[in-house]
């Protein structure tokens, strides 16, 4: 049985007194920082003096070098990018924090994977919303929750969890809730989202697209009837609140029984889909995608350089962009 936490089990007493830095004031951090000054915390941010530091000065905050933030708090949240994270962390944060300070992990994936080690006098703790940062802003305006993926990995102090639960709370996402896992399953899980489930759902909608387009049908219609309409969209939203069975109810009787009858054809499927699902899941734990990601970073820019030429020449690139302007969609308006 998981453990889900709320507002009723987190107090923002808990951070009473105690300076958070936030370090990044990037997608995750700009939000983060905003929701936990409104809640009532002390907040100053680390960061360069350039567009995002200019940024954080502009909503009001003190900003400061990343390591004269670190020597002033007590708690630092680590929401500088993934890839760059252990050398700010090594060369940065680590040097400036006092014994029995606090690290914030939005992501398991560095600790996770050896990329860094908190040294045994700090608490480590993991708050990783799942959500983006502009929608971790909205939610907390709009007085909604958001669930995190949340744990303690090391308790030097004895007040880990506590300060943890404070944090969730201060951000607003002890209003949806909070479920504990480690860095290591957190990491697994969201890698797997992005390197199986994604790209297996995204190769079914590009089959289609082919499918249907060599099959005489104009781009633009079948772009709009596959997702572009936002009818896809609309589903997934109802799958969220009534779940992925229930929602057939909204569909008319004619699809209900097409994709009963029809559907069965696709079950022989999901052992194939499954084994190379297996295959990714088991080099994300093992830690081998890690390691390989570790050594392609230095030709990561040109690697997706390359990919995105090659995306934006693609066939679909185009339609996409006629239907948008036609429908009025997106930057099509
Ligand atoms: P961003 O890419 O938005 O971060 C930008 C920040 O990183 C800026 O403050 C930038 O500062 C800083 N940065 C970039 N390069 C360097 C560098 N070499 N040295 C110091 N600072 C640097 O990050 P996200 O908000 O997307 O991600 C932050 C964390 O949140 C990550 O752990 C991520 O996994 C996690 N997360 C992100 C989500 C999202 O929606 N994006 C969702 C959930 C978790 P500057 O360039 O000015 O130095």
Request: glycine letters at 10%; charged letters at 25%.
């Amino acid at each position: 049985m998981s453990t889900i936490y709320h507002d009723a089990d987190a107090s923002l007493g808990a951070l009473a007194g105690q300076t958070i830095a936030v370090v990044g004031y990037g997608n995750q951090g700009r939000s983060q920082a905003l929701n936990l000054r409104d809640s009532g915390l002390d907040v100053v941010v680390g960061n360069r003096q350039d567009d995002y530091g200019a940024q954080a000065r502009a909503d009001g905050f003190e900003v400061l070098p990343i390591d004269d933030a670190c020597a002033r708090a007590r708690v630092v949240l680590l929401l500088v990018r993934d890839e760059v994270m252990p050398e700010v962390y090594a060369e940065r944060v680590a040097p400036r924090l006092s014994a029995g300070a606090l690290v914030c992990f939005a992501s398991g994936y560095n600790v996770a994977f050896g990329l860094i080690a908190p040294a045994p006098e700090l608490d480590a703790v993991l708050v990783a919303p799942r959500m983006i940062g502009l929608g971790v802003r909205d939610a907390f305006v709009a007085g909604r929750g958001f669930p995190s993926f949340v744990g303690v990995h090391r308790d030097a102090t004895g007040t880990a969890k506590a300060r943890m639960l404070a944090l969730c709370k201060g951000i607003g996402s002890t209003r949806g809730g909070c479920i504990e896992m480690s860095m290591h399953d957190e990491a697994t899980l969201d890698l797997f989202t992005e390197q199986a489930f994604g790209p297996a759902f995204g190769r079914v909608m590009m089959t289609a697209v082919d499918l249907l387009v060599d099959a005489g049908y104009p781009p633009e219609a079948v772009l709009v009837e596959l997702y572009l309409s936002g009818e896809l969209a609309y589903s997934l939203e109802k799958i969220r609140e009534v779940g992925m069975l229930r929602q057939m109810d909204f569909h008319s009787h004619t699809s209900q029984y097409g994709s009963i009858t029809r559907g069965a054809r696709f079950l022989a499927l999901g052992d194939a889909i499954r084994a190379k699902m297996a295959e990714v899941l088991e080099e994300i734990r093992s830690g081998r995608f890690a390691e390989e990601w570790s050594g392609q970073r230095a030709q990561a820019d040109a690697l997706f350089a390359r990919i995105r030429q090659a995306r934006d020449a693609m066939p679909i690139a185009e339609w996409e962009r006629r239907a948008r302007a036609a429908f009025r969609i997106g930057d099509g308006q």
